[in-house]
């Protein structure tokens, strides 16, 4: 499971990516969403705020889960991944270096200018990517984009709207 972990700057929402460690047996060097893998009586939301800390440092407190977006299978590992959207509040980041090289703020709106373009695989199989800035965001991650991509639109709306809310009945 993953987060799709999204901060707002000057009301713009974007969208974090982490580029994994190149000593890593999986996926090294991938630019991808902090996750993992559920451990033993986790739930998938409890592991994914497990490694959402451990990834990039972001407590569970800090944030907020906003729903669930599409899940996929990663081609190579056969990994089944769900996906979580989370708004992180006050962020703050401290990178676990032995499993995040770096990290990546991508502004939602860039995903509305460019495709999710098809690719084939050595091993024959099919993809997408996206080329945004020179990163390269591609296999699984630019699936969950891909086909999130109006949900997570909706789900930021319902969010802004219950700040709005919010905010509208505080006292003054």
């Known amino acids: 499971m993953v987060a799709v972990p999204i901060v707002f700057i000057f009301d713009e929402p974007y969208v974090i990516f982490i580029r994994r460690a190149r000593h890593l047996l999986r996926h090294a060097n991938q630019v991808a ?33 906003l729903g669930t977006l599409s899940s996929t299978v990663t081609g190579k590992s056969n990994l089944f991944v769900q996906a979580f959207l989370v708004q992180i509040d006050r962020p703050h980041f401290r990178l676990n270096k032995s499993e995040v090289q770096d990290l990546y703020l991508v502004s939602l709106s860039s995903f509305d200018r460019i495709s999710c373009d098809e690719i084939v695989l050595p091993s024959g199989g099919r993809t997408c990517r ?43």
Do not use: Y
């Not at 902090?34 to 990039?56: H, K, N, Q, Y």
């Not at 407590?59 to 907020?64: I, S």
């Not at 319902?158 to 919010?166: A, I, P």
């Open 33 to 65: 969403f902090p996750g993992g893998v559920v451990e033993d009586g986790e739930t998938l939301a409890e592991a994914m705020f497990r490694e959402l800390e451990e990834e990039i440092g972001v407590a569970k407190d800090r944030c907020r889960l």
């Open 130 to 172: 996206f080329v945004i800035d020179g990163i390269v965001i591609w296999g699984a991650t630019a699936r969950i984009i891909r086909d999130s991509l109006v949900k997570i639109k909706q789900l930021l709306e319902g969010f802004r709207d219950e700040l709005s809310d919010h905010q509208a009945n505080q006292p003054r």
